[in-house]
C-alpha cells in the first residue's frame, strides 16, 4: 500500500509497503529548479530556431519537454537500482561503454554534427555516448577505490591502473572529437582518486603529465589552437573565428544587473550558434542579468555542496563505493557546470560540453536525472545503514 510523502528532519520519505526511500530535500529543490529554469530558457532561446527549422514554434520546447519526462523516467528506475548491483557491474559497464565509443566512429551508424561523430540514434533519440561513458567512468572509478583502497593510497599504481583504462576511452573521444568529455571524464577520475589518498606527489606528476598531453593535442590540431587563440583575444577577429565567443560576451554586456527581460533577447536570433544548447548561459545571462545567472550558480553549488555531504555520510555508514560515488557525481556536474559557464563567459577556450540538467538534448538530460537519481539512492541506502549502526553518530544522519 503506498502512503504519502512524509518529512522526516530536512529530508522527505517515500514509503511503499515496508520499503523508503529518503529523499534530500535540498537537492530535490535545487535539481527542479535547474530543470524548470533550464526548460524556461530552453524555449526563450529556440522558438525562433523552430520557426524557421520545422515551421512549428514550440518544436524544441516541446521536445524538450519530452527529454525531461524520459530524463525523470529512467531516473525513476535508476533510483530502484541498489547500489551493489552498480558497484558489481562497472567492469561490465566499463566495456560496454567502450563498445559504444566504438560504435560512434563507423560510419553509418555515428551521427555526424558540425564535424563531430558523437550521437547514435536509438529509439528516435539522438545519444551522445560521450555523456552515457561519464557516468560510466565515475561508476568505474568508484568501484576501482573500493577494491583497491591500499593500493591507491600505497602504490603508484593504484591512480596509473584506472587511468590506463581510462586513458582508452580518452583515445576513443579524441577521434570523435570530443575534447571537452576528454577533460570532465579524466579531471574527475584524478579528483576521485585524490580524495582516496593517493600519495601528493604521485598526483602532481600526474597533473603535469596531464598537462602537458593537453598542450601537445592543442598543437598538434589546427580547430583546438584556433579556440585557444579565440579565447586569447576573442576581438581579434569578431566576424569569423571569434564570432561566437564574441557574442556571448555581448549577450551577457546587455543584460547587466537584471538583465533585459525573460524573451527579450537580441542574441538569440540568429547572431548567437547553439543559443539553446552549449550557449544557453548567455541567454540567461542577458535576459536575467547577474540576478539569473548567480542563481544559477548558486544552484548548481547546492547540487555540489549535497554530493559532498551525501558522501560523507555514505563514509561513515562504512560504504566506501557509495561515498566515492557520491563524490565523483559532485566533482563531475561542478566541474561540467564550472567549463561550461567558463566558456560562455569567455574565461576558458571554447568546448562542446552541455549546461546539465538545461541545455536542450534528450540524452543529456536522461544521463544527468539518472545520474542524480543514483545520488539520491546514495543517502537512501546509507541512512538505512546509519539507521542500523546504532554506534555511529552524525549530525546529518537524517538530514
Known amino acids: ?15 511503499w509497503r515496508d520499503h523508503r526511500f529518503y529523499l534530500d530535500t535540498l537537492l530535490l529543490l535545487a535539481s527542479l529548479g535547474l530543470l524548470l529554469l533550464g526548460y524556461v530558457m530552453v524555449a526563450s532561446a529556440s522558438l525562433h530556431l523552430g520557426d524557421k527549422l520545422a515551421e512549428d514554434s514550440l518544436y524544441f520546447p516541446r521536445h524538450q519537454l519530452l527529454h525531461i519526462a524520459l530524463g525523470l523516467v529512467v531516473g525513476g528506475l535508476a533510483a530502484s537500482v541498489r547500489l551493489e548491483t552498480w558497484r558489481n557491474a562497472s567492469m561490465p559497464l566499463y566495456f560496454a561503454g567502450l563498445l559504444l565509443l566504438i560504435l560512434v566512429l563507423i560510419p553509418g551508424i555515428g551521427k555526424v554534427v558540425n564535424g563531430s561523430a558523437r550521437w547514435i540514434n536509438l529509439l528516435g533519440l539522438r545519444i551522445q555516448v560521450s555523456e552515457v561513458f561519464k557516468l560510466i567512468a565515475v561508476i568505474y572509478t568508484a568501484s576501482f ?20 583504462l581510462l586513458a582508452m576511452s580518452a583515445g576513443l573521444l579524441l577521434l570523435e572529437p570530443d575534447f571537452g568529455a576528454t577533460a570532465v571524464i579524466m579531471a574527475t577520475a584524478m579528483g576521485m582518486l585524490f580524495l582516496a589518498g593517493a600519495r601528493l606527489w604521485q598526483f602532481g606528476l600526474l597533473i603535469g603529465t596531464v598537462a602537458g598531453a593537453g598542450v601537445l593535442l592543442i598543437m598538434t590540431a589546427e580547430y583546438r589552437l584556433r579556440r585557444v587563440l579565440s579565447f586569447i583575444d576573442p576581438w581579434d577577429d569578431p566576424l569569423d573565428s571569434d564570432f561566437q565567443l564574441t557574442q556571448a560576451l555581448i549577450a551577457f554586456g546587455r543584460g547587466e544587473w537584471d538583465g533585459v527581460g525573460l524573451g527579450s533577447s537580441i542574441q538569440k536570433m540568429f547572431y548567437l550558434p547553439e543559443a539553446h544548447t552549449d550557449f544557453l548561459f548567455s541567454v540567461i545571462g542577458e535576459e536575467l542579468g547577474l540576478l539569473g545567472t548567480a542563481s544559477v550558480i548558486l544552484l548548481f553549488m547546492v547540487i555540489v555542496w549535497r554530493a559532498f555531504l551525501i558522501g560523507q555520510l ?3 555508514a562504512g560504504n566506501r563505493f557509495s561515498a566515492f560515488l557520491a563524490y565523483g557525481i559532485g566533482i563531475w556536474f561542478g566541474l561540467q557546470a564550472f567549463i561550461n559557464m567558463g566558456v560562455n563567459m569567455g574565461l576558458l577556450p571554447t568546448k562542446g560540453l552541455t549546461l546539465p540538467l538545461m541545455s536542450y538534448g ?13 545520488l539520491f539512492r546514495v543517502r537512501s541506502e546509507a541512512i538505512e545503514a546509519v539507521a542500523a549502526t546504532p554506534k555511529v553518530k552524525t549530525t546529518w544522519a537524517r538530514a
Do not use: F, K, N, Y
Open 362 to 374: 534528450g540524452g543529456s538530460m536522461m544521463v544527468m536525472c539518472s545520474t542524480l537519481a543514483i
Open 314 to 316: 555514505a563514509e561513515c
Open 1 to 15: 500500500m503506498t502512503r504519502p510523502v512524509t518529512r522526516r528532519g530536512r529530508g522527505m520519505v517515500l514509503q
Open 145 to 164: 577505490i573500493d577494491r583497491h583502497i591500499h593500493l591507491v593510497r600505497r602504490s603508484v599504481q593504484g591512480m596509473v591502473r584506472p587511468l590506463m
